[in-house]
């Protein structure tokens, strides 16, 4: 603290350091504890960070495996771009030859030729239809080429028609597009009024709609359009170039184990630094969150879970024990080593889900009480904006800056302390001084006689 007066220059006391060991008696428990409590709370706020971020990685994982298709992938291969294939995940393992004969077209149409975009046509009705869907367009008199263009182009009902012009070395003329595809869908425009005759019925025919034809091992298969759904149970096709007769695109489905086997080695491993996050969390001596209520309650859930079968399902697999995971001595999460000639492996239960009980296996963790579901839900219910870590995180964050004003606290008692003390010793100053002035009038008194003599 800063010093007001300059004690002890009347009385010759060491004023200053008794008023300075007096401030630094009350100011450094006070100073000791608010440092402590400062480190101790951004310790923990520290510690509830890194807790809360490993749950969210890990839940990262968890949601993948919630996905009820997250094990149902299938590895798709086309030795062709003349073929683009999905599959919903369900279809059969096998491999196809498949010749594109033909793609799907629209109608195209030109009408007849006049002087120049302006010009008028007539007036009526044009009506476009295609089998199915049908729309009407009403011209005017006075509408140009560029105006009935504009009307068919904004017209609400147009199913797909679009209107163009083209402007050549011997005149102007309307191009008619038709976007629906496939032979029962050719596009035909007709007309109320002989003077649209020449948009309408005398067109000409540029390209006529046709299906869509391909050839899968030696089965002819027509489409309205590109996309062939189905015709090889739950895959799709879609035809994007005509291929030639000699050389088909091979189409090759396989299960996808690999991704399977990949996804589960990621909930293991994911599973475990989160186990092995918390134990140093909560490590007696070294631990950011020693003896941490939440960090306990966590793993004891996570392992709950972990040896807890799946209520309610009715397939094969009820649980990881099913699937050949179990938790070690130490708490983490591995692929069992025991088998015996009754009991498989770890391995050898989770590449025969992977192998041939894939929807079984999705349910293990995806169902409405699976694996995945219980655990996300649980660490839903800590990180979530009103989770249980959250609010600590919030309650922290308000004590390491109430610090502040502790601190602020501090010095202003501390100052009004000073000031006291300044003037307590002031005063013992001047009266010392005083004593001193008096003692020193009476010694030189009482002297004065034997100088004399």
């Known amino acids: 603290m800063a010093s007001i007066t300059s004690l002890g220059i009347g009385s010759g006391l060491q004023l200053e350091s008794i008023v300075e060991a007096y401030i630094d008696a009350e100011a450094i428990p006070q100073e000791l504890r608010l440092q402590e409590k400062e480190e101790r709370l951004s310790l923990e706020l520290s510690g509830v960070g890194s807790f809360k971020s490993s749950l969210a990685t890990f839940n990262d994982t968890l949601e993948k495996l919630i996905d009820p298709d997250a094990f149902n992938k299938q590895v798709i291969s086309s030795s062709s771009s003349a073929i683009e294939v999905k599959t919903n995940g369900f279809a059969s393992n096998g491999s196809f030859n498949v010749e594109v004969n033909q793609l799907a077209t629209g109608t195209r149409l030109n009408s007849q030729t006049f002087a ?88 000409t025919v540029v ?18 359009t590109n996309e062939f759904k189905n015709t090889i149970e739950d895959v799709t096709i879609t035809a994007k170039t005509v291929t030639a007769a000699s050389s088909p695109a091979v189409l090759s489905i396989e299960q ?12 293991i491993n994911g599973y475990n630094a989160l186990v092995t996050e918390l134990t140093g969390l909560s490590a007696p001596l070294q631990g950011r969150l020693a003896f941490d209520p939440n960090v306990r309650q966590v793993k004891s859930q996570l392992s709950d879970i972990v040896i807890q079968g799946v209520t309610g399902l009715t397939g ?22 025991f088998s015996s000639d009754n009991i498989p492996s770890g391995q050898e239960r989770l590449d025969n889900a992977l192998n041939n009980n894939l929807t079984d296996l999705g349910e293990v963790f995806a169902s409405s009480n699976g694996i995945a579901t219980q655990m996300a839900n649980m660490i839903d219910s800590y990180i979530a904006s009103d989770g249980v870590l959250t609010q600590r995180q919030t309650s922290l964050n308000e004590q390491v800056s109430s610090i502040e004003d502790e601190w602020t606290e501090l010095e202003t008692r501390l100052r009004s302390y000073e000031e006291t003390l300044r003037s307590q010793f002031s005063f013992l100053d001047a009266t010392v001084s005083e004593y001193n002035a008096t003692a020193e009038w009476l010694t030189s008194a009482l002297a004065l006689p034997e100088a004399q003599s």
């Open 116 to 203: 120049d975009s302006s010009s008028v046509v007539g007036s009526g009705t044009l009506t476009f239809a295609n089998g199915t869907d049908a729309f009407d367009v009403v011209i005017d008199p006075a509408d140009s080429l560029s105006a009935i263009r504009d009307k068919i182009n904004a017209q609400s009902e147009n199913f797909g028609v679009t209107a163009n012009i083209i402007n050549g070395g011997s005149g102007s003329f309307l191009v008619f597009d038709s976007q629906v595809t496939g032979a029962a869908n050719a596009l035909n425009i007709s007309t109320s009024d002989v003077s649209l005759d020449g948009i309408s019925t005398n067109n």
């Open 207 to 224: 390209t006529s709609a046709q299906d869509a034809q391909i050839t899968i091992d030696g089965t002819l298969i027509n489409s309205s």
């Open 256 to 267: 996808d184990k690999e991704s399977g086997s990949e996804l589960i080695d990621e909930f």
């Open 316 to 337: 094969s697999l009820n649980g990881l024990a099913d699937i050949g995971l179990e938790l070690n001595k130490d708490g983490l999460l591995q692929k069992s080593t």
